[in-house]
């Protein structure tokens, strides 16, 4: 389904479905007495963002540290493959929701309702930012615990008194630490909707990721294939895409490419490796042939998530739009310079060592929870202030400073 039809649903089918499940629930809950949370088998819901699935992270490590909790997933079958990263949740604990069309859209709920009851599922923590569509899905699961999002005083953002262990989401700090205070809430370290507790840094820390040597051989293969020389250059991943949700991230091909060139022009052991997914090959190689040259090369569906993760390791750093290979990176030590617009790297830069391009226009963020992401804006200014001059001197001076270290 395309991304407005799922926000068009999610408001008009969503909170009628909310209001009435809410009467329901609030009956329902008369006759259950209040329960210590059971964390012993906990469901994660986190559908729609590859990148938050990653951001998500410490805090599912946090939670299984402290309670030593069996934990699940729930997330859209396209973006399945981010849980494969870092592998907190097993394959076997996974569920994945096809979102091709409406039909079997709910097929997969009713499927996805007897997994959990077949699961045992105790406690479901969703990371969505208001969705109605995942509340719902809390209650479906059966479970008796639900931690999610709340907007509390907050206007807006309607989707029933679904969650019965409300957080109130902070829209100032970072997702990770918003994701953190609900489990916190989970292990019952505050009372209230507000998040009482100190979250510190070192509590967000991203795990790095290890594959098999088996992984780094094939994409030292492939790009063997590509140009034998390779190993005695560096390389420098450049992610031009953004996935459709917000396709207002993108920084214009033709300053990607001014950037290649200036670091061509001034750095001549380096090769750029432009990155992305099959379907969009064509575009990433308009990118290397307006490059041109032998120091560029389209490797664009080349590599499974895991591979791209590894060819993160073999690099020197990346420069990408906001979008999930950002994240994806931050599992590894590379060095990743994330063009930002639309949204805010106060809240999405990747947790790894992550540098952010910037230009806080008045407008600026202009999406958010508060709009479900939704902008009308066509110009893109924000993103179009960021000068390719300014991007490739940073990288210069952070290669220059890396080759002497």
């Not at 994240?327 to 947790?351: C, M, N, Q, R, W």
Request: include cysteine; charged fraction near 20%; aromatic fraction near 10%.
């Amino acid at each position: 389904m395309q991304i407005e039809t799922m926000r068009l649903i999610d408001k008009y089918v969503g909170i009628p479905l909310c209001f009435l499940t809410s009467i329901f629930m609030r009956i329902f809950s008369i006759f259950r007495p209040r329960k210590k949370i059971n964390l012993e088998r906990t469901l994660f819901i986190e559908l729609s963002e590859m990148g938050s699935a990653v951001l998500a992270d410490p805090a599912m490590r946090y939670l299984q540290e402290k309670s030593s909790s069996e934990l699940y997933f729930l997330i859209f079958q396209q973006n399945a493959e981010s849980l494969d990263i870092l592998q907190t949740v097993p394959a076997t604990r996974c569920f994945t929701i096809r979102s091709k069309n409406m039909w079997v859209l709910t097929w997969d709920v009713v499927r996805f309702m007897a997994w959990c009851r077949k699961n045992k599922l105790t406690t479901v923590i969703d990371l969505e930012l208001y969705s109605r569509f995942t509340s719902l899905l809390c209650v479906f699961s059966g479970c008796r615990h639900r931690v999610g999002f709340d907007s509390h005083y907050d206007e807006g953002f309607y989707r029933g008194k679904l969650i019965n262990h409300p957080v109130r989401y902070n829209p100032h700090v970072h997702i990770s630490v918003n994701f953190m205070a609900l489990v916190r809430k989970a292990l019952e370290d505050f009372s209230t909707p507000y998040a009482k507790v100190l979250i510190r840094k070192e509590d967000i820390q991203l795990q790095q990721a290890h594959y098999a040597p088996v992984v780094y051989d094939k994409v030292k293969t492939t790009l063997t294939a590509f140009q034998s020389s390779w190993e005695s250059k560096r390389l420098i991943i450049f992610n031009i895409n953004a996935s459709d949700m917000l396709p207002q991230r993108k920084w214009r091909i033709e300053h990607f490419v001014t950037t290649a060139r200036l670091l061509i022009e001034n750095l001549q052991d380096i090769l750029i490796v432009a990155t992305g997914s099959k379907s969009e090959q064509s575009y990433v190689q308009s990118f290397v042939d307006g490059v041109g040259g032998t120091h560029c090369l389209n490797a664009a569906g080349l590599f499974s998530l895991q591979e791209m993760v590894a060819l993160c390791s073999l690099s020197q750093c990346m420069l990408t739009n906001d979008s999930g290979p950002a994240h994806f990176a931050s599992v590894t030590a590379l060095k990743i310079f994330v063009i930002f617009g639309p949204e805010s790297p106060d809240l999405y830069l990747p947790l790894g060592d992550a540098e952010a391009f910037y230009v806080k226009l008045a407008c600026s963020p202009c999406v958010s929870a508060a709009n479900h992401r939704k902008t009308d804006c066509s110009t893109q200014d924000c993103v179009e202030a960021i000068q390719p001059k300014e991007v490739s001197e940073k990288i210069m001076h952070f290669l220059r400073k890396e080759k002497y270290v």
